[in-house]
C-alpha cells in the first residue's frame, strides 16, 4: 500500500473513494501494520490529516481523520509532537516564503513605476 498515494487520495472530492480508503483505518490488520510502521507512515501522512480537519468539506472524511489523528496520537505521541512539530515549521516557512514573494514582485512593481516615471503610456519590452 502506499502511503504517500493514500495521502494523496485523502484530498481528492470524489467522497466515495475519500471515505472508502479512510474506512481502512478500521481494519484491526491494517491498524496493526500501521503501527508497526508508523515511524515512516506518519510522517508522509500528517500534512494531509491536518489539511482534512481544517477544510474538507464533508463531514464524514473529517470525522474519520480526526480519527485517524487520536489513534497515531495515543499510538506513539513522542513520534506525533514531533511530526506536528516538522509540519508547524514548514507551515510558518511556508508562510514566510510566500510573504517575501509578495513583497519582492510589490518592489519590482514600484520600481517598474518609478523607471516609468509613474506615466506607464510607452510600451516596454524587457529582453533577456
Known amino acids: 500500500m502506499g502511503f504517500a498515494l493514500c495521502s494523496y ?6 467522497i466515495q ?16 501494520l500501521i503501527a ?4 515512516v507512515i506518519l510522517p508522509i ?3 494531509t490529516l491536518e489539511k482534512n480537519i481544517q477544510s474538507h468539506w464533508n463531514q464524514a472524511v473529517h470525522g474519520l481523520t ?7 496520537m495515543e499510538m506513539d505521541p513522542e513520534l506525533f509532537e514531533e511530526c506536528q512539530r516538522q509540519y508547524e515549521e514548514k507551515q510558518a516557512k511556508s508562510k514566510e ?14 520600481a517598474a513605476a518609478e523607471r ?11 529582453t533577456s
Open 45 to 47: 501522512i500528517y500534512p
Open 66 to 72: 480526526t480519527n485517524i489523528k487520536k489513534m497515531f
Open 97 to 110: 516564503v510566500e510573504e517575501q514573494r509578495q513583497y519582492t514582485w510589490k518592489r519590482l512593481a514600484e
Open 116 to 126: 516609468d516615471g509613474g506615466g506607464g503610456e510607452e510600451d516596454h519590452m524587457i
Open 9 to 14: 487520495v485523502y484530498l481528492i472530492n470524489p
Open 17 to 32: 473513494v475519500a471515505e472508502r480508503a479512510l474506512f481502512l483505518w478500521n481494519n484491526e490488520h491494517i491498524v496493526g
Open 36 to 39: 508497526q510502521n508508523r515511524s
